[in-house]
């Protein structure tokens, strides 16, 4: 499975971007699929999670001004990330809770992260 996240960059504090996810390989289908990020020094943390019906969950640093959401034809996942602050500034990355096939049970990428995009808020 690859993750291949697009779409950062540079942003003044306030400003906005989107970021998008593309999932491919051995895929039958897919359930959640999620955004975290890492920022210089700290750990990884979950950003948002939606559901393969729609439903989001957002941490509190991100509530109302972050939205997740998905295309299932494309197996793709995006964020719309408005009002960015410093404090978002970090590598992000998607991850995906993947079925390979009829039958098998689903199981997150957490080996295949990928690249991530790198998302720089400063004036």
């Known amino acids: 499975v690859q993750l291949q996240a697009s779409g950062g960059g540079l942003v003044q504090p306030g400003g906005s971007l989107r970021l998008s996810c593309a999932v491919s390989?051995?895929?039958?289908?897919?359930?959640?699929m999620a955004w975290y990020r890492q920022a210089p020094g700290k750990q990884r943390e979950l950003v948002a999670v939606i559901s393969s019906g729609g439903a989001a969950t957002y941490v509190d640093p991100v509530k109302g001004r972050f939205t997740i959401s998905r295309d299932n034809a494309k197996n793709a996942v995006y964020l719309q990330m408005n009002s960015l602050k410093p404090e978002d500034t970090a590598m992000y990355h998607c991850?995906?809770?993947?079925?390979?096939?009829?039958?098998?049970?689903?199981?997150?990428?957490?080996?295949?992260w990928g690249q991530g995009t790198l998302v720089t808020v400063s004036s």
């Open positions: 991850n995906a809770d993947i079925v390979n096939a009829r039958g098998w049970p689903s199981k997150w990428a957490f080996d295949s």
């Open positions: 390989g051995s895929i039958f289908s897919i359930n959640h």
